[in-house]
């Protein structure tokens, strides 16, 4: 029997059920590895076998590719792919609705999530281009002067963009801030242990760049992490992610940029010193809205029992 936890339960519990046991975090995280390393790899072979078959030239690994832009979208959707796993795993191990991953609600609070999206394409924006203005003031080139890639290869990559980049955030946000916050949060009373712990995680498996990378990877990861357990959702963690993932790879787009050889792990320290700004105000705004939104709540549940 799917057994769910008790109302109230904070977010980084709620893998607490009372079939919890000590073992099962740690069981569904070899199984998820297990079923996500197939999934990954089932995906890419997929990819090169339609590649093989329809006759597209090798790419610069010795298989069949659809080029830098086919070579990306794989590669997000081998990742989106996840998100079926993690929930499968979530309810085959843990005994629970898969929809705890989501939210304290049980789902994705949809109208939250909507509210929270401009906020995330406000701060990206900002981030974005502050970054761009920091490296020319320090000498570095942003390199917005290459040439164009022209509205067609544009248009394209974008809809590809559009297309795979919300799976691709959206997994990577359930498989850290969902399942490794609460994989940890199961076995903690407060919740800062699995917050820091995943946003390393997040961190280390974006690999290693530079220095500032990694750091700027940490503070986004525990930064989306104490929202996630702040607002008991990942809806604010989500649209940050998918906004981020999305801007800066239409931006890449527009100049033929596209690749999947470098990562926010290769971040120079300009973009760093304005992301981490930009996060904290990021946050400040998500929990404001939040604490209006929660208000408004009590009201309307005062009003409709009377009092």
Known sequence: M???TSPGTQY???????????????????VLLVL?????????????????????????????????????AIGFLAIGALLPVIMLVARLTQDRPAGSLSSIEGRIRWRWL???????????????AGGV???????????????????GP?????AVLLLVVPFQAAAEEYMCRGWLLQAVGSVMRRPWVPIVFQALVFAALHGWGTPFGFFDLAVFGTIAGWLTVRTGGLEAAITLHVMNNLLSSVIAAAFGQLTIDETAADMPWQMAAVDFPVLLGFAAVIVWLFNRREAKKRNYELVGSGQ
């Open 114 to 128: 909507l509210t929270c999206l401009p906020v995330a394409a406000a701060a990206i924006t900002i981030f974005l």
């Open 2 to 4: 799917l057994m769910t």
């Open 12 to 30: 980084h519990h709620l893998a607490r059920t009372p079939s919890h046991r000590w073992w099962r975090p740690i069981l569904g995280t070899v």
């Open 36 to 72: 996500g390393a197939v999934v990954m790899l089932g995906s890419y072979l997929a990819y090169v076998a339609v590649a093989a078959a329809t006759g597209q030239p090798d790419g610069p690994d010795g298989t069949a590719s659809f080029g830098p832009l086919g070579e990306l």
């Open 133 to 151: 203005v920091l490296s020319a003031l320090t000498g570095v080139d942003a390199e917005l002067d290459e040439p164009l890639a022209g509205w």
């Open 154 to 158: 544009f248009l394209t990559a974008t």
